[in-house]
């Protein structure tokens, strides 16, 4: 074994269904024991917008990575209403090691996709990272109120030192108790190919 590698862990970060399984029964009793987690959001805080600021900046934080949903960003968070959804193409299913965030195993999310990337990124390591799927020349293609809450509560700050509210590990906290539905979207999105029609 290599420096790095972890027992029982794929070298290539692609993570099995089996994994999946025994991981998700840990999480629901995990959830159990400790209550599921809400962050309130408060999106009309001025500090949140300023749209001279980001068009000199040119969206540096778009071109980074396609930013997280909150399960808030969805009125219907059943299957076949986030199915329709992702079926647009525009979103990705995301594998993340909770383990960084002191979370056990992995869990899933929703982010907004990048380019390059697939619907369903079954794989932990050497994900496609750079540019957003829904940045244009003349900025993002969603409008303020339907952006997911990892973009609209990221606060601009000179020099590209924008600070966020809503983190990674937010989001991972939120989604845990949605892991159900979204391990049934990940086994109906693996490998298939979609456009994003946004
Ligand atoms: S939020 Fe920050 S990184 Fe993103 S466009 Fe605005 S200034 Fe640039
Ligand atoms: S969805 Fe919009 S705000 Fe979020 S990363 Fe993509 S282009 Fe930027």
């Given at each position: 074994m290599f420096m790095g590698e972890q027992p029982g862990r794929d070298p290539s970060g692609v993570v099995k269904k089996e994994d999946f399984m025994a991981h998700f029964a840990k999480t629901l009793e995990r959830m159990r024991e400790e209550g599921a987690r809400h962050y309130d959001k408060d999106?009309?805080?001025?500090?949140?917008?300023?749209a001279e600021l980001c068009a000199q900046c040119g969206g540096k934080c778009c071109k980074r990575c396609g930013c997280a949903f909150s399960?808030?960003?969805?009125?219907d968070l059943s299957f076949e209403a986030l199915k329709t959804e992702i079926e647009k193409g525009y979103i990705t299913i995301e594998v993340v090691d909770g383990d960084q965030f002191y979370i056990a195993g992995f869990v899933l999310m929703l982010r907004v996709r990048n380019v390059?990337?697939?619907?369903?990124?079954?794989?932990?390591?050497?994900?496609?990272?750079?540019?957003?799927?829904?940045?244009?020349e003349h900025g993002c293609k969603l409008d303020w109120d339907h952006r997911p809450s990892g973009g609209k509560l990221l606060i601009p700050g000179e020099g590209g030192n924008c600070q966020s509210r809503y983190s990674t590990e937010r989001a991972l906290r939120e989604w845990e108790k949605h892991q159900g539905v979204l391990i049934r979207l990940s086994h109906y999105f693996d490998e298939k190919e979609i456009e994003c029609t946004l």
């Open positions: 999106y009309s805080d001025p500090i949140l917008q300023n399960p808030d960003d969805f009125e390059g990337g697939l619907v369903y990124e079954n794989r932990l390591y050497n994900r496609p990272r750079g540019q957003c799927i829904l940045l244009t």
